[in-house]
T-cell receptor, first 113, second 111 residues
Framework: GQQLNQSPQSMFIQEGEDVSMNCTSS?????WLWYKQDPGEGPVLLIA?????ELTSNGRLTAQFGTTRKDSFLNISASIPSDVGIYFC?????????????FGAGTQVVVTP | GAGVSQSPSNKVTEKGKDVELRCDPI?????LYWYRQRLGQGLEFLIY????????KSGLPSDRFSAERTGESVSTLTIQRTQQEDSAVYLC?????????FGPGTRLTVL
């Protein structure tokens, strides 16, 4: 079953606001990933983090790999309507390969004009 | 197209029937994965194929679930004697080495 706790479950924000979400685990992960899923589509990779403490940006998105290796967060700055969707964290535990991703339950983001 | 494709996009079946779901990965991708996504939840790993190695079946929930892959191309996920709890979106992903590229999924509804 899932070992990743993702919060919040949903967020309703106004256009232009910043968004923060996080993911925690009871066990260590060596890789953290953040995906976005639009309705009727598969998830698309946004950011991949490979080292504890790593802070990586992709446009208005910033994600960090927690120093304990048990958490990660994603920030979206200055949200726009197309940011609507479900954001998932995913991780690769221990020394595992990319084969066995574990996913959080997702954060539903709704952006109002 | 250049992406992962899945068929059918939607499947409605009666409890007890068998279903087959198909995945066409991106050409040249050696790894192929199947995940299940229940409503409002994250993705649940089912099975993983890597080249000619024996597949990792550790995520299959019961012996009613099986999957095959022909070489490094098409894969079929089969669910026998479907149950209502099998209703979900089944997602396929392929990968050359690391990042997984997902298909749009097959929405399975078991009545």
């Amino acid at each position: 079953g899932q070992q990743l706790n993702q919060s919040p479950q949903s967020m309703f924000i106004q256009e232009g606001e910043d968004v923060s979400m996080n993911c925690t685990s009871s066990s260590i992960f060596n890789t953290w990933l953040w995906y976005k899923q639009d309705p009727g589509e598969g998830p698309v990779l946004l950011i991949a983090l490979y080292k504890a403490g790593e802070l990586t940006s992709n446009g208005r998105l910033t994600a960090q790999f927690g120093t304990t290796r048990k958490d990660s967060f994603l920030n979206i700055s200055a949200s726009i309507p197309s940011d609507v969707g479900i954001y998932f964290c995913a991780g690769i535990p221990g020394a595992g390969s990319w084969g066995k991703l574990q996913f959080g339950a997702g954060t539903q983001v709704v952006v109002t004009p | 197209g250049a992406g992962v494709s899945q068929s059918p996009s939607n499947k409605v079946t009666e409890k007890g029937k068998d279903v087959e779901l198909r995945c066409d990965p991106i050409s040249g991708h050696t790894a192929l994965y199947w995940y299940r996504q229940r409503l409002g939840q994250g993705l649940e790993f089912l099975i993983y194929f890597q080249g000619n190695s024996a597949p990792d079946k550790s995520g299959l929930p019961s012996d009613r679930f099986s999957a095959e892959r022909t070489g490094e191309s098409v894969s079929t996920l089969t669910i026998q004697r479907t149950q209502q709890e099998d209703s979900a979106v089944y997602l396929c992903a392929s990968s050359p080495t690391g990042e997984q590229f997902f298909g749009p999924g097959t929405r399975l509804t078991v009545l």
